[in-house]
């Protein structure tokens, strides 16, 4: 996946003169703090440096894995046609940009976001959206905001910034505030899914319907240390490269994601969990089952057009 050229040019844009070894410094830094999930009382995004660090190095990523995880819902709701955005936690507005490139009808959004820094960078950044009425208003995300309610509302990799009680505080309150679509996205780590896990329980008890990925609202099938995670390749950048200190011109973003409607998507047999195995004339995919089960499923010739259908799909997709 290649970002919009427009954001493209717009990440360019504010990062030009920033100097090298700084972004190479802040990025490690920050690196390090998402890969121990640190929670210290100090935002990640502190400051302007940490804030072009993520620019330069995760925004890319994050921004595959929302604009995917979108995409997911958006083939089960057809009909779906959001006017409004709300985004929590929405750092340069990733949620945006993937949200108005799935749904062109965004015609007003609401940006929510502790970060000085980084709300300073996704304004500068918004204003080339292409989408009308752009707000944003600082908010702290473990106590109570103001919101008016949106069609589609957004939580993108901040779950794991938040402790896990905080999180499903907030999990209920953006439920409340979604008339539509709430979609949350996370790291697709094992601590990233038992989160998303719980979330989802809850959005169910509240009576949401999940849209994607799960093919049912059962109980997850998945028992540890399995976990549900999905993956999306990203063309990285030179100046990606350079701070990462990276040669490979790709990265690969795991994540989870959870899409809850206010009513019910179409329905799908299932979903393939895992990348295809096997060799000529024969497929081996793991699925997740409507009936609420996951299968192992070695498919070969003799299974006709479903072979053929298989042989297609990829980690991630319905069958
Ligand atoms: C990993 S970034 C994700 C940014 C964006 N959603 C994306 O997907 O690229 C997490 C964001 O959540 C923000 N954040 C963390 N804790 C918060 C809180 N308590 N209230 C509001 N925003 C918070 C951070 O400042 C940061 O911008």
């Given at each position: 996946m290649e970002l919009p050229a427009t954001l493209r040019a717009a990440v360019d844009r504010a990062l030009e003169g920033v100097a090298l070894a700084e972004l190479q410094r802040a990025a490690d830094i920050l690196s390090s703090r998402y890969r121990a999930e640190t929670?210290?009382?100090?935002?990640?995004?502190?400051?302007e440096l940490f804030a072009n660090a993520y620019l330069a190095t995760r925004l890319p990523a994050t921004f595959a894995a929302v604009r995917a995880s979108l995409q997911s819902a958006a083939e089960l709701m057809p009909y779906f046609e959001p006017k409004s955005l709300l985004d929590l936690g929405a750092g340069p507005g990733t949620a945006l940009w993937a949200a108005s490139d799935c749904w062109?009808?965004?015609a007003s959004a609401t940006m929510l976001e502790a970060s000085q820094s980084i709300r300073k960078v996704g304004m500068e950044l918004s204003d080339r959206s292409g989408v009308e009425h752009v707000e944003w208003r600082a908010a702290d995300a473990s106590k109570s905001f103001q919101a008016e309610k949106a069609d589609l509302v957004t939580l993108a990799?901040?779950?794991?910034?938040?402790s896990p009680a905080e999180g499903l505080a907030l999990a209920e309150r953006l439920w409340a505030a979604t008339t539509g679509l709430l979609v949350i996205v996370e790291p697709g780590t094992p601590a990233g899914w038992r989160r998303m896990m719980a979330v989802r329980s809850r959005l169910v008890e509240l009576?949401?319907?999940?849209?994607?990925?799960?093919?049912?609202?059962?109980?997850?099938p998945i028992i540890e240390p399995d976990w549900c995670h999905f993956s999306r390749r990203v063309a990285r950048s030179r100046l990606h490269r350079l701070t990462k200190r990276g040669d490979v011109p790709w990265e690969d973003e795991k994540y989870i994601f959870v899409a809850a409607s206010r009513t019910p998507a179409e329905a799908f047999r299932s979903r393939v969990l895992a990348p295809a195995r096997g060799g000529s004339g024969k497929i081996q995919l793991k699925l997740c089952q409507e009936n609420g089960s996951i299968d192992e499923k070695l498919l070969t010739k003799r299974d006709g057009e479903l072979f053929k259908t298989a042989r297609r799909v990829d980690w991630g997709d319905i069958l």
């Amino acid at each position: 996946m290649e970002l919009p050229a427009t954001l493209r040019a717009a990440v360019d844009r504010a990062l030009e003169g920033v100097a090298l070894a700084e972004l190479q410094r802040a990025a490690d830094i920050l690196s390090s703090r998402y890969r121990a999930e640190t929670r210290d009382g100090r935002l990640h995004l502190s400051d302007e440096l940490f804030a072009n660090a993520y620019l330069a190095t995760r925004l890319p990523a994050t921004f595959a894995a929302v604009r995917a995880s979108l995409q997911s819902a958006a083939e089960l709701m057809p009909y779906f046609e959001p006017k409004s955005l709300l985004d929590l936690g929405a750092g340069p507005g990733t949620a945006l940009w993937a949200a108005s490139d799935c749904w062109p009808t965004i015609a007003s959004a609401t940006m929510l976001e502790a970060s000085q820094s980084i709300r300073k960078v996704g304004m500068e950044l918004s204003d080339r959206s292409g989408v009308e009425h752009v707000e944003w208003r600082a908010a702290d995300a473990s106590k109570s905001f103001q919101a008016e309610k949106a069609d589609l509302v957004t939580l993108a990799y901040v779950l794991d910034e938040l402790s896990p009680a905080e999180g499903l505080a907030l999990a209920e309150r953006l439920w409340a505030a979604t008339t539509g679509l709430l979609v949350i996205v996370e790291p697709g780590t094992p601590a990233g899914w038992r989160r998303m896990m719980a979330v989802r329980s809850r959005l169910v008890e509240l009576g949401a319907h999940l849209a994607a990925p799960c093919p049912h609202s059962q109980a997850c099938p998945i028992i540890e240390p399995d976990w549900c995670h999905f993956s999306r390749r990203v063309a990285r950048s030179r100046l990606h490269r350079l701070t990462k200190r990276g040669d490979v011109p790709w990265e690969d973003e795991k994540y989870i994601f959870v899409a809850a409607s206010r009513t019910p998507a179409e329905a799908f047999r299932s979903r393939v969990l895992a990348p295809a195995r096997g060799g000529s004339g024969k497929i081996q995919l793991k699925l997740c089952q409507e009936n609420g089960s996951i299968d192992e499923k070695l498919l070969t010739k003799r299974d006709g057009e479903l072979f053929k259908t298989a042989r297609r799909v990829d980690w991630g997709d319905i069958l």
